[in-house]
């Protein structure tokens, strides 16, 4: 069964940082397609961030340079780094894999940027 936990999400001032975490218990999550998403109000979900299992990544053009998607193999997890962040990146984010075709979730955490 997968199951992927979220967590690091909070609010901070625009500027400032804050790192994702997605757990994937006993799952081998390198040889996997990792994603980050983020859903604002009023918006449609949208990838933000998503890591081949050969390791190369691939950004939405607002947040490169400035979000940089990881995983540790040994802790199967997976991280979004967010910097320079702005009230436009305000959103839930959801972390997402597909195994055996079928869409995988988290729970989505909440990120606020506000002064």
């Known amino acids: 069964q997968v199951r992927l936990v979220e967590s690091g999400g909070g609010l901070v001032q625009p500027g400032g940082s804050l790192r994702l975490s997605c757990a994937a218990p006993g799952i081998i999550i390198s040889i996997y397609f990792m994603g980050w998403y983020r859903q604002a109000p009023g918006k449609q979900r949208e990838l933000v961030a998503i890591m081949a299992n050969d390791g190369s990544t691939n950004y939405l053009d607002s947040v490169k340079g400035r979000f940089t998607i990881s995983r540790d193999n040994a802790k199967n997890t997976v991280y979004l780094q967010m910097n320079s962040l702005k009230p436009e990146d305000t959103a839930v984010y959801y972390c997402?894999?597909?195994?055996?075709?079928?869409?995988?979730w988290g729970q989505g955490t909440q990120v606020t940027v506000s002064s």
């Open positions: 997402h894999m597909a195994v055996a075709g079928r869409d995988y």
